[in-house]
């Protein structure tokens, strides 16, 4: 959905139908005719930047690809794009440091619209032994480290229910953004599973209240469940698009591992 070649009302015709809504279904939602609808959407009225804005936000558009309307319209794109190192975005950079390092001893990450770690609190390091380094290397993808073979999935118990998650997440982000990095790879881990028998392809029923990451550890067994925290009202692509992953005990046994393997605070 990043190429602006094709008119704006292609553009919003093709998220229309992605989001399963008909013309009078998104007029009434937008407040205007389905008339007035119609012609965006087939070339016979140029949309102002204003109505573009509008329709994008009653089709919950990403902001990345608000911008792409615009262009494709022919108006400036609106919302900046900056790295997350860019001195504007000082501020955000302190509050996801603050975030991670309060969240210790437990692991937390800040992780990009691929699922690419950009930020880490680097808690518990015993998760990742027996990990093939490159896999660790950067940039490190937090689906591919979860999910390869060579990764987290053989050390991890409850791996049928802990991928179905996971690649849950990954096709709701799909069916939102339509990034075709994302569908590449959600290709590429599904093929992961190709080895799984059919008893262990499909998770299996839990009690739990939410579905938890076990992993056998050279100390035991942990057990987590995660939270994400996203950036309210952003106004900048990279923010809009930042999630901030970080991982609870799920149990008493795990708080006391993890007790156990981290330092004590110099005197």
């Known amino acids: 959905m990043s190429v602006v070649a094709m008119p704006v009302g292609d553009h919003l015709r093709e998220w ?5 809504m008909s013309q009078l279904d998104l007029a009434c939602e937008a407040e205007i005719s389905t008339r007035h609808l119609s012609f965006v959407e087939t070339g016979r009225s140029t949309p102002s930047r204003e ?8 089709l919950d558009i990403p902001m990345r690809e608000r911008n792409v309307l615009l262009v494709a319209a022919g108006y400036a794109p609106l919302f900046p794009e900056r790295a997350l190192a860019a001195p504007e975005l000082k501020a955000a ?4 440091e603050l975030l991670l390092e309060g969240h210790k001893p437990y692991p937390a990450y800040a992780l990009d619209r691929h699922w690419t770690i950009v930020a880490s609190n680097r808690a518990l390091p015993e998760l990742f032994e027996g990990v093939d380094p490159a896999l660790l290397e950067p940039p490190v993808n937090a689906m591919r480290l979860s999910l390869h073979p060579k990764g987290l999935a053989p050390r991890t118990l409850n791996l049928p229910e802990w991928r179905a ?3 849950s997440r990954l096709r709701r982000q799909i069916d939102l953004t339509a990034d075709p990095v994302l569908i590449a790879l959600l290709d590429e881990v599904q093929a992961y599973g190709k080895g799984l028998t059919l008893a262990h392809s499909r998770p299996a029923a839990t009690a739990e209240m939410v579905i938890p990451f076990r992993l056998q ?6 057990s987590f469940f995660s939270t994400t925290m996203v950036f309210g009202t ?3 692509v990279t923010l809009s ?3 901030l992953e970080s991982f609870f005990p799920a149990d008493a046994e795990t708080a006391a591992i993890v007790k156990s393997l981290t330092p004590l605070p110099p005197a």
């Open 93 to 96: 950079r302190e509050a996801i």
């Open 165 to 167: 998650h996971l690649l």
């Open 16 to 20: 229309r139908l992605r989001r399963r």
């Open 217 to 222: 550890i050279a100390a035991g067994v942990v």
């Open 234 to 236: 952003p106004v900048e």
């Open 51 to 58: 109505m573009i804005l509008h329709l994008a936000e009653q």
């Open 241 to 243: 698009e930042l999630a």
